[in-house]
């Protein structure tokens, strides 16, 4: 059976001997890397400690949503559609600070700083920067990073923009925006110019995919001073969208051609979510590999997935991540991590009819239709208080 902390802390251990490569000619960055190397090894220990002793299995990854603000309105994007950017107030970035703090402590490498878009929480990025055990992608449209802003990259090594683009200038343009392609690019140019370490973040389509996955594609973007590249496959937050999503065939071909692109490209570093989580034994959300933790603070299984019953406010992260036994007088499956028992995860035995498999877009289905139409039948033995989906 897969054993999938080491899978993941191999994962890491591959992502940073790439970063290495990347990053010879530049003796900061590389001193910080080989400090973040220590930092991921001793992470992997405090995870497998505590799997190990209290059977809380803590994730390498966190997604935070940190920002309920956007200066754009992308054509499906997840985040507006569920309700993440409504201008609120979200949490302080005191709250955020302490969040990382215990993330850390318990072991999590990576914190992906998503929104809304994050560059509007700069209180909250200068509190990540702090945290030096830690990595945070910031997933940023690019729109905001100005001189300022680069300065304070380049002042906080573990804070590492990514920025969002579709592909071209007519396929960043149509779901972005008109002009944001050039904005973009000159945000780039910037970033180059600094010899900064930055990536780019893109959602994959079936419009867009061959594009993206282009070795010219990827050069050009490598030229640009682009080190790295998430892609992300499309999940339909919108009606009217579904034909965007990637067929079986698509994806299939989307993981043979990035993984052909990793020779091509070696000076990058690509990864592909959810990727192939077959491999993995099924979805990795829920805390299997990564988790979300929305604008205020509730735990869920992923962006995608907006269910939560369960703040790490008032729990903590550790409580967010502790499962009681079923056995136990006060149990009560927490239904943010519902995707759990999808893998090979704790508990996985209970619900044994639900595919083991789950893609990002089974994701869609099984949070968005299973837990909309079944959650009150199905989890109607485990008592829950206040399920939450964000209106
Ligand atoms: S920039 Fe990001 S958060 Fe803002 S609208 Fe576009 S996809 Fe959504």
Redesign the pocket.
């Known amino acids: 059976m897969l054993d999938l902390q080491q899978y993941m802390a191999s994962a890491i251990t591959e992502i940073v001997a790439t970063a290495y490569k990347n990053i010879l000619g530049n003796p900061p960055q590389a001193l910080f890397l080989a400090q973040m190397q220590i930092a991921t090894s001793k992470a992997e220990r405090r995870r497998k400690t505590l799997f190990e002793k209290e059977g809380i299995n803590v994730p390498p990854f966190l997604i935070a949503s940190i920002a309920t603000a ?1 200066n ?3 054509k499906g ?1 997840y ?2 559609q569920n309700g993440l ?1 409504k201008g609120g107030k979200g949490l302080t970035a005191q709250q955020w600070r302490s969040i990382f703090d215990e993330a850390d402590s318990l072991g999590i490498s990576f914190a992906l700083l998503a ?3 994050p560059l509007t929480r700069r209180d909250i990025l200068e509190q990540a920067a702090q945290v030096s055990g830690m990595i945070f992608p910031v997933f940023t ?1 690019g729109t905001l990073i100005n001189d300022e802003s680069i300065k304070f990259f380049s002042q906080s090594p573990n804070i590492i923009p990514f920025i ?1 683009i579709e592909g071209n200038e007519q396929q960043t343009d149509d779901r ?1 925006g008109a002009g944001i392609h050039l904005v973009v690019e000159r945000a780039m140019d910037l970033m180059r110019k600094e010899k900064m370490f930055f990536g780019a973040s893109i959602t994959v389509t079936s419009e867009n995919w061959q594009t993206v996955t282009d070795a010219e594609y990827l050069q050009q973007l490598s030229s640009k001073g682009c080190k790295a590249v998430i892609y992300v496959e499309y999940v339909p937050a919108q009606e009217g969208t579904d034909h965007l999503v990637l067929s079986d065939e698509q994806l299939k071909q989307l993981g043979a051609t990035v993984e052909e692109r990793r020779c091509d490209c070696p000076q990058m570093i690509l990864l592909s979510f959810p990727g192939d989580e077959e491999a993995v034994g099924g979805c990795l959300a829920a805390g299997r590999g990564f988790f979300h933790i929305n604008p205020t603070g509730k735990a869920e299984p992923c962006p995608f997935s907006p269910y939560s019953d369960t703040s790490v406010l008032e729990v903590g992260v550790k409580g967010a991540l502790s499962f009681p036994l079923p056995s136990s007088a006060n149990y009560r499956w927490p239904i943010w991590s519902a995707a759990n028992i999808m893998g090979d995860a704790p508990f996985s035995n209970i619900v044994t009819k639900w595919p083991l498999s789950c893609r990002t877009n089974s994701i869609v289905l099984y949070c968005q239709k299973l837990i909309r139409s079944s959650t009150k039948s199905v989890f109607s033995k485990y008592p829950t208080s206040s399920i939450e989906k964000h209106s």
Do not use: K, P, Y
């Open positions: 956007c754009l309105r992308c994007c985040a507006v950017v929104g809304g878009e449209n969002s972005r």
